[in-house]
């Protein structure tokens, strides 16, 4: 039988422990439980010293590509904006032709306008969860804060817009996973005979 509220005592004995560690006494103490302790200093000298997050931090979204700007992952399906709780993604889209067809320069449909308000985005991860296409991965910069919470808050495609090998950077786990589904799904769809009727594929040139 589960125990009701395991969860919060486990959390209370992590404030109860951080508390022990604060004193000489109670590292002591700690020490005779044979439970491992930190040296007790749980400040750091910021801004001159960067706290070092573990990958699993998250804080507001952005947009991934792949190798140049224009060719985003994002096809403007508009789910993480219905998704999203604090309603804090704006989409615009997909980009249409003249006789309204979806224009695809990359071999699929792109976004006119994506914005998020960092202002009240409240970093649940939600529009990365319902994302078919891994096009929206959590960043860990945090250093965001400004005067003006109605204009510079509000970030454009422009400026969510980052490479896969930053999102490798900063969350090599994450993005290894994400790599591999993408490379299964591109396989997968490699494999996919052509429709009947299709023109078979022209033979290879002469070797050169």
Same mark, same amino acid.
């Given at each position: 039988?589960?125990?009701?509220?395991?969860?919060?005592?486990?959390?209370?004995?992590?404030?109860?422990?951080?508390?022990?560690?604060?004193?000489?006494?109670?590292?002591?103490?700690?020490?005779?439980?044979?439970?491992?302790?930190?040296?007790?200093?749980?400040?750091?000298?910021?801004?001159?010293?960067?706290?070092?997050?573990?990958?699993?931090?998250?804080?507001?979204?952005?947009?991934?590509?792949?190798?140049?700007? *224009?060719?985003?992952? +994002?096809?403007? #399906?508009? %789910? @993480?904006?219905?998704? /999203? =709780?604090?309603?804090? &993604?704006?989409?615009?889209?997909?980009?249409?032709?003249?006789?309204?067809?979806?224009?695809?320069?990359?071999?699929?449909?792109?976004?006119?306008?994506?914005?998020? *308000?960092?202002?009240? +985005?409240?970093? #649940?991860? %939600? @529009?990365?969860?319902? /994302? =078919?296409?891994?096009? &929206?991965?959590?960043?860990?910069?945090?250093?965001?804060?400004?005067?003006?919470?109605?204009?510079?808050?509000?970030?454009?495609?422009?400026?969510?817009?980052?490479?896969?090998?930053?999102?490798?950077?900063?969350?090599?786990?994450?993005?290894?996973?994400?790599?591999?589904?993408?490379?299964?799904?591109?396989?997968?769809?490699?494999?996919?005979?052509?429709?009947?009727?299709?023109?078979?594929?022209?033979?290879?040139?002469?070797?050169?």
């Amino acid at each position: 039988m589960a125990l009701v509220g395991r969860g919060v005592l486990a959390g209370l004995g992590v404030t109860l422990t951080t508390f022990f560690e604060t004193y000489p006494w109670g590292r002591a103490v700690l020490r005779l439980m044979g439970r491992q302790h930190t040296n007790g200093v749980v400040t750091i000298e910021y801004p001159d010293v960067k706290q070092q997050h573990a990958e699993r931090f998250r804080y507001f979204p952005f947009l991934v590509y792949d190798k140049e700007p *224009d060719n985003l992952r +994002c096809v403007a #399906c508009k %789910i @993480c904006e219905v998704e /999203c =709780p604090p309603q804090c &993604i704006h989409i615009v889209g997909p980009a249409k032709d003249e006789q309204g067809r979806p224009l695809k320069p990359k071999g699929r449909p792109y976004p006119v306008e994506f914005d998020i *308000d960092v202002s009240i +985005c409240m970093s #649940c991860r %939600i @529009c990365v969860d319902v /994302c =078919p296409f891994d096009a &929206i991965e959590m960043d860990n910069n945090y250093e965001l804060s400004d005067t003006d919470r109605f204009g510079h808050l509000v970030y454009n495609k422009e400026q969510l817009l980052r490479p896969n090998e930053y999102f490798q950077q900063i969350k090599p786990t994450e993005a290894s996973v994400v790599d591999q589904r993408l490379a299964a799904k591109h396989a997968k769809a490699a494999a996919v005979p052509p429709a009947a009727g299709a023109p078979p594929p022209a033979p290879p040139g002469p070797a050169a």
